[in-house]
């Protein structure tokens, strides 16, 4: 794709589009603070978006995108001060090597979808009030009358039944160079 | 696990202290079993924000209402980048276009009459959109700016740029990217197509959001139909003045807990704002569709009093609102809920504030003084408008067309934090109005 014609360019936007989930998540794992992956995904959409023309449809899109995911989240930690730093580097490497780059962005919401299905009631209705709803923990907990702490731990949990449900697709098939 | 779960809460909300996100560090760094377990429950995290929709709603962080949901442009306080942003989202609106339908290439354009132009640029050099202009377009490409049309149907349409909205017929448009509001009046039958969804209009004023996560539709007055690609059935959902939906890019229907509103009809958002970081209650469910309203700075003279009444709170004479009340951020309630003996409204402050109570009966709930509110011995008023069993209309002033006279009381909630607000009565008598709330910031 040296010289980006429209299909090809639509292409590029349809495989870019598609991924966002699994790079917000990448993104989330290695900086450990999703309002700053939120600007890490912003500023990968960029760079990857100036590359347009250097992509080689050939090549899987996937570990393309995700070696400039990962360029980008080593960029941003040298800009932010050491306290603002949640790992470090050896930690942040084995996180990003252990990472699954491999894999559809759309099957992975659509089984994440038939798992939440699958989730008790009670726990399926506090996961959509703290993620659908985007109510805190400390709210969910004042209206329950709970301890923030049971609240978290009740979310914990129902993670752990997702990823549990959600198996294969959740299993390292290769991690980001 | 017991430790590690309020750890990683804390870490995952970003309000973990210093000595917590050390201790959070070395667990991780020193345990792979930890890490991978870390790895697992960030991952979840991170999916569940995506597919809720809430990763680009909460990118824009202060910003005004007015947004795009989506995690491509985000306006940043650096000139460049956001010129950079503006010109991939502009890419991806060109490539948008591209996959689009050809169908509105062979449509007639559609003709309108600008009502409302602040700052607006529309794409492709379609000319100054001034008050008053008519313009004849088959594809609205709003890149900045609040606009408002009237196409011959009747139809009122209103955008926010970024947007990209295609124009088939004066009945019938197709929104690729970005929030409208249409006020359908009289012209039943208007229809809004999204990737994920079609609107068609009972007789209402509504609003639609799509991007790439998928679409909200928010009703403010009268009732729509939804299609959804993904419905059980295929049956249309009905949502009622007061209702809104949540579209997910995987076809999850999702709750709107409650709708921000800023100074122009087109400038809602989904979630809170200014001073109420969140309300939710007791008693609607997770598939229920009803929203409370949070409307930043809205306490005003005639200003609507709930989501689902077009009652209005007003000064009780001429001289207006009280002073210390106006501009406070406000809370439409749902009058429907007046008479509930068991509803427990919770709301989360995101700064030390005023809160404000507005009460129509006295002594009030025991919850009112138990919680620490004080009457104030000021009062406002309701001018009501049509209700189940009354027709009554209201007016466009202060101590004119008062129904009823609510008490005001206060508490001051120095640190911010969630505070729950009891039922409006507590037994077969009581309030014969559901209370209002709203909020002023209190000075530091």
Partial sequence: MNIPDPESTAHFVQLLTGMQSRLYAYLCTLLARPEDARDALQETNLVLWKKVSEYDPKRPFEAWAFRFAHFQALAWRKRQSRDRLVFDDTTFEALSAEFPSAGSAESELRRLEECLGKLPEKQRALVERRYSGGESVNLIAEVESKAPNAIAALLYRARKMLADCMGAWFAAEGGVA | MSDFAPLLEAVLADRATPEERETFAVQIASDAALRREYAMQMKLHALLEWRGGRVGARAMGDAPPAKNVTAFPKQDSSRGSWLAMAALFAGLCAVAALLSSREVKHTPPVAMEVLHSTGVVLAGGKGEARVGARLALRTLELRAGLLRVRFDSGVILGAEGPAKIELLNPMHVRVLSGRITADAGDAHGFTVDTARTRVVDLGTRFGVDASAMGADVVVFDGAVEVHGRHSEDGTPQRL???????????????????????????????????????????????DAMKFYQVVPGGLREDTRAYVDRTHEWNGLAAAGLPEFLRGADLIRTFNDDKRETDLEVTVELAKPATLYLFLDKKPPPSWVTTAGFADLGVKIGLDEGPSPNRTLTTATAPGVSIERVFSVWSLEVREPRAVKLGPPREGPTGAKAMYGIAAQPLAP
């Fill in chain 2, 240 to 286: 009622g003045q007061g209702e809104a939906v949540r579209i997910a890019a995987a076809g999850a229907w999702m709750p709107i807990m409650s709708i921000a509103a800023g100074p122009e009809p087109e400038q809602w958002s989904t979630g809170a704002g200014g001073l109420f970081s969140a309300v939710r209650d007791n008693r609607r469910t997770p």
